[in-house]
């Protein structure tokens, strides 16, 4: 397992950082993703791609996805006061895998194929009637 040091693009102050670092299992010429990212549209847990690191500073700037993996990524961003701490339980309870950055109140859920996406869909518009905002950065699911 090594971590992997991806450069976001940031406009208007998002992301937040200006570098992600991913966990990859390295497989000769290609990687496959171990977690979910908070800020790297387009790749999901578990997901192959291939990608070149930046001669100078080692980040990956492209990367192109080779083999996907089925799972979904929602990003769920809370600055309302509301507490959300339920809604994230039950999405755990669906098979959903849920990772932190508590600094910028921002939740990356990882959702594997299987998921009951209808009890899903349930739950994010709960969210987004207490103001949290949603992003799908990945969906592989119908």
Known sequence: M?????ALDVKDDWPPVATEGVWCERNDA???????PFFIPGL???DSF???CDSVNGHIFDFKVIEESGHSVIWVINHSHESIRADLIE???????IEKLEQYHLHSIDVPKGVNIIRLDEIT???EN??????YPVWRHD
């Open 130 to 135: 207490k103001g949290v905002a949603i992003a």
């Open 44 to 46: 999901a847990r578990g």
């Open 30 to 36: 290609s990687y496959k993703l171990l977690n979910t």
């Open 91 to 97: 999405i755990e309870k669906l098979g959903c895998g």
């Open 50 to 52: 291939i990608a070149e």
């Open 2 to 6: 090594i971590k992997v040091l991806f």
């Open 125 to 127: 518009q709960s969210l």
